[in-house]
DNA sequence: TACACAATTTACCTATTGGTACACTAGTAG
DNA sequence: CTACTAGTGTACCAATAGGTAAATTGTGTA
C-alpha cells in the first residue's frame, strides 16, 4: 500500500493552480483531492479550516514569493533602475507572459474578495508602494513615483485580463513592454 | 394570489446584477429565485437553458448596451474627438466609477472563460477595434491608433481590478483621466 | 363565454457539495 | 519491543446544487 507521505510545503503550490484554473467557488474538494492525490483525511490534516484555509495557505505563499522576488529587491536595491527592469522581466516570467491568471486579481473580482480582502489588498499595495519606492531613489519626485507605481500595478492586471480574453498572450507582451519603457523613461 | 407577471427584459438585469456580485458558481438558483422574485418555473420558463442561458442572455444584453452606447458612437462619429470624450465619461458612469465590476472581465479570469469564450472575445476585440477607428479618423496613424487602443481597454479593465481590490474608486478615477489625457493628446 | 397559452406554483429528483468521525498504518523515539 | 504520532483511507452526513414534471392560474382574443 502506497503510503507516500506528504507535506505542506508541496500541496500549497498544486492547490493554487487548482485555484487558478477553478477559481474558489469551482475549485471542489473531489477536484483538490484528485489534483494532489490526497483523500480528505490528509487534507483536513493538513488545512483543518477546510477550502477557506487552503486559499488563505495559497495567498500567503503568493504573498512570500512576492515579497521575496519582486517587493524586497524593489525597496532594497542599489541600482534601482536595474531591480525595475528585472521585476518586469520576473513579471513576465511568471505570469507565463499572460497564459497564466494573476490568483489575486481573480479573487478580488470574485465575491470571495470580502474573506480575503487583507490579503488581497496587501498584495496590491505592498506592490505599488515598492515600486514607487524604486522610482524614487531613481530620480522622480513622489507624486510622479506613486502615480506611475499606481499605474503600472493597474496595467499588468489589465494586461493579464485583456490576454486572457483575447486568448492572446502577446498582448501581454505588449503591454509589458509599454510598462517598461515607460518606468525606465 | 399575486399574479405579477414578469417578463425576460425585467429579469435580466436583475440577473447581470447577481451574477456581479457572486460570479458565475456563486450564483445559485437559490439566490437567483429570490432576488428576481421568481421561482424555478418561470425562471425556467423564460431561460430553458438555465443558468448557462440566463448568464449567455447577461452577456448578450452588455454587448448590446456597449454596442449602442460606446462602440458605434465610437465609429459613427463625426467628431471623433469628441466621440473618445464620451467614451470615457460613459465608462465611468457605466461602472460606478470602479465599485462596479465588469462581468466580462470577471468571466475572463473564471473558468467559465471557455463557455463564453466568443462573447467575451467579441467584448473586448469590438471595443478596441472601434476606439481605434475613432483615434484613426481623429488624425493618428494606423499602428498608434490600434497600440493606444488596446492599451486603453486593457487599462480600464485593470482599473477596475485595482480599484475593488483596493476598495478605493479614486484609482479607477485617476485611471480613466489618465486614459482621457492620453487618449486626446 | 370559452379557448388557448403565457406565466406560476409546488413537489420532487439525483448528484454533489463541504465537512466530520474514526479506525488504521507506518515510521520513530525511548 | 513498545508507545506515540504524523499521515492516510473509508464511510458517512446534512445541506444544497441544478434541473424536471405537472397541475394550476390568470388573461387577452375570438
Known amino acids: 500500500m502506497a503510503k507516500t507521505v506528504a507535506e505542506r510545503a508541496d500541496i500549497v503550490p498544486v492547490l493554487a493552480e487548482i485555484f487558478r484554473e477553478h477559481g474558489y467557488e469551482g475549485a471542489s ?10 483523500g480528505k483525511g490528509s487534507l483536513y490534516h493538513f488545512f483543518p479550516g477546510g477550502k477557506e484555509e487552503m486559499a488563505a495557505a495559497v495567498l500567503a505563499e503568493i504573498d512570500a514569493w512576492f515579497e521575496a522576488n519582486i517587493y524586497r529587491p524593489l525597496r532594497e536595491a542599489t541600482e534601482p533602475r536595474a531591480a525595475v527592469e528585472a521585476m518586469c522581466h520576473s513579471v513576465t516570467e511568471y505570469f507565463h507572459s499572460g497564459r497564466r491568471v494573476c490568483l489575486v486579481g481573480a479573487f ?13 489588498k496587501d498584495y496590491f499595495a505592498d506592490w505599488q508602494e515598492s515600486l514607487a519606492q524604486a522610482l524614487l531613489r531613481s530620480g522622480r519626485n513622489a507624486d510622479d513615483a506613486a502615480d506611475l507605481a499606481e499605474e503600472s500595478v ?8 485583456l490576454a486572457r480574453a483575447l486568448g492572446d498572450a502577446s498582448v501581454f507582451e505588449r503591454a509589458m513592454d509599454r510598462i517598461e519603457r515607460r518606468l525606465l523613461a
Chains 1, 2 share one sequence.
Open 108 to 120: 478580488a473580482l470574485d465575491n470571495v474578495r470580502d474573506r480575503f480582502a487583507n490579503c488581497i
Open 154 to 161: 493597474s496595467s499588468i492586471q489589465g494586461a493579464l485580463v
Open 29 to 38: 474538494l473531489a477536484t483538490i483531492g484528485d489534483r494532489t492525490g490526497l
